[in-house]
């Protein structure tokens, strides 16, 4: 049973080129969280999706950054013109049902994509 | 909001020794988890411990137990017996139980404390 799958593992992007990030979460999970992580910081949340609708995004800034999880395929978080700020590492979990209401439900973290912009 | 505060960026501890780390938050709620997550060079986070803010007792992982202090808002993890294995940057997390929207999901961190396992 993999667990969640993050690629790329590296991406280089130069300034006002467009990065893609993409997450497949553990088989059976419907819930994906993104993060990020500057460095030397700890996770701040982005944005938390369901199967084809963005339930909380709180966390993501209002221009240049989206997020979507399609019925079929993995989720992507997609970062427009990029800028330096936006060098950090980026992480996605996932749960098997709405930690809302099941309350003990286990987040399984990817182990990131780090994104450097030159 | 709620904040989460980790005050030692770096800690240090010989091998087969004890080594504390601390952690405080910030918040309003009275129902709410509060993890340790460990991060290692691969970068994957992982579960360390989870305590339930209802619960009076200790949660304890094997050699991983922490010091819950829901009045004086800290949460501290105690490391025994420390093992190589468990050089890494620990993070210290909150997340309220349920709210009426989709926010009760994410996990606010503190910033990290760094821990070297030395011989």
């Known amino acids: 049973n993999a667990g969640v799958m993050q690629n790329p593992r590296h991406?280089?992007?130069?300034?006002?080129?467009?990065?893609?990030?993409?997450?497949?979460?553990?088989?059976?999970?419907?819930?994906?969280?993104?993060?990020?992580?500057?460095?030397?910081?700890?996770?701040?949340?982005?944005?938390?999706?369901?199967?084809?609708?963005?339930?909380?995004?709180?966390?993501?800034?209002?221009?240049?950054?989206?997020?979507?999880?399609?019925?079929?395929?993995?989720?992507?978080?997609?970062?427009?013109?990029?800028?330096?700020?936006?060098?950090?590492?980026?992480?996605?979990?996932?749960?098997?049902?709405?930690?809302?209401?099941?309350?003990?439900?286990?987040?399984?973290?990817?182990?990131?994509?780090?994104?450097?912009?030159? | 909001a709620q904040t989460v505060t980790q005050s030692q960026p770096e800690m240090s501890v010989q091998e087969a020794e004890t080594v504390t780390l601390s952690c405080t938050y910030d918040t309003s709620e009275s129902d709410y988890y509060l993890f340790w997550y460990k991060q290692p060079p691969s970068r994957q986070m992982i579960l360390v411990i989870r305590q339930e803010a209802y619960k009076q007792q200790n949660a304890t992982e094997n050699r991983f137990s922490v010091n819950f202090q829901k009045a004086a808002k800290s949460f501290s993890l105690k490391i025994s017996d420390s093992q190589l294995g468990d050089a890494a940057m620990y993070f210290c997390a909150y997340r309220i139980v349920r709210s009426l929207t989709g926010t009760a999901s994410k996990l606010t961190f503190g910033t990290g404390t760094r821990l070297q396992v030395t011989l």
Request: include cysteine; proline fraction near 5%.
């Open chain 1, 11 to 118: 991406l280089v992007r130069r300034r006002g080129q467009e990065a893609r990030l993409r997450c497949s979460p553990m088989k059976g999970h419907s819930h994906v969280y993104w993060y990020r992580q500057l460095p030397e910081e700890g996770l701040k949340f982005m944005v938390y999706l369901q199967k084809e609708n963005i339930i909380d995004e709180s966390g993501m800034p209002k221009e240049r950054f989206s997020a979507e999880f399609p019925k079929e395929g993995p989720s992507i978080l997609r970062i427009q013109q990029v800028v330096r700020g936006d060098s950090a590492a980026y992480f996605c979990a996932s749960s098997g049902s709405e930690m809302l209401k099941v309350g003990n439900e286990k987040l399984f973290f990817g182990s990131g994509t780090q994104l450097s912009v030159l």
